[in-house]
């Protein structure tokens, strides 16, 4: 199981970006995708998750701002970043495993692999 990251760069507050995050070696058909972010100092948040039946997972401060989506053709899910501040900059990664039970979404210890990070800086 392979994950690629990308898509981080500069971005000014208000603007938009968007992730990608393509799979290798397994189905997003039945692995549950997340996206954490992370900051120096601070502990890896959960910023959103689409499970395998394609339901889609918010953490409260992405929540109206951020849209989650997947290509399973392309086995590849997107994160859609709209309405940018400044304190969405940091490391973004991308996460699978294939059993996640609905109260772990967002937690990094339910996750078995990861990609690399992308980073992005939302500055004006």
């Known amino acids: 199981v392979q994950l690629q990251a990308s898509g981080g760069g500069l971005v000014q507050p208000g603007g938009s970006l968007r992730l990608s995050c393509a799979g290798a070696?397994?189905?997003?058909?039945?692995?549950?995708i997340g996206w954490f972010r992370q900051v120096p100092g601070k502990e890896r948040e959960g910023v959103s998750s689409i499970r395998y039946d394609g339901s889609a997972y918010y953490a409260e401060s992405v929540k109206g701002r951020f849209t989650i989506s997947r290509d399973t053709a392309k086995n590849t899910v997107y994160l859609q970043m709209n309405s940018l501040k400044p304190e969405d900059t940091a490391v973004y990664y991308c996460?699978?495993?294939?059993?996640?039970?609905?109260?772990?979404?967002?937690?990094?210890?339910?996750?078995?692999?990861w990609g690399q990070g992308t980073d992005f800086t939302v500055s004006s």
């Open positions: 996460a699978t495993s294939r059993s996640i039970i609905m109260s772990t979404l967002f937690s990094e210890r339910a996750y078995a692999y």
């Open positions: 070696g397994f189905s997003m058909r039945t692995y549950t």
